[in-house]
Nanobody, 126 residues
Framework: QAQLVESGGGLVQAGGSLRLSCAGS????????MGWFRQAPGKEREFLAA????????EYADSVKGRFTIPRDRTKNTVYLQMNSLKPEDTAVYYC???????????????????WGQGTQVTVSS
């Protein structure tokens, strides 16, 4: 059974950094687009970043551009979200997801991603 498992969330002070990991199992995810989203209480799920199959293409939401990056290690079937200069408004549950229909980024909409992790909580204190 294909699944994604996020880890690395936690509590951090404003201005700090965290690195989230998303490990795939049950199938290879290394040949597909991977993305990160987040959802805060009472808000819709928000696109953050996506990376193409070989890392040659990336896309970021304006809200995180310049602060977050999305590297991947295809040999480990893992994608990361490096988060720097964190702000209290970054507090949310963070999800990784896989778009198994494409090797290049074609959508930033949540409905375009077929497999999702369970999420990991990130809390940024002021």
């Amino acid at each position: 059974q294909a699944q994604l498992v996020e880890s690395g969330g936690g509590l951090v002070q404003a201005g700090g950094s965290l690195r989230l990991s998303c490990a795939g199992s049950g199938r290879t995810f290394s040949s597909y687009v991977m993305g990160w989203f987040r959802q805060a209480p009472g808000k819709e799920r928000e696109f953050l970043a996506a990376i193409s199959w070989n890392g040659g293409g990336t896309e970021y939401a304006d809200s995180v551009k310049g602060r977050f990056t999305i590297p991947r290690d295809r040999t480990k079937n893992t994608v990361y979200l490096q988060m720097n200069s964190l702000k209290p408004e970054d507090t949310a549950v963070y999800y990784c997801a896989a778009d198994l229909s494409s090797v290049v980024i074609k959508t930033t909409l949540a409905r375009g991603y077929e497999i999702w992790g369970q999420g990991t909580q990130v809390t940024v204190s002021s």
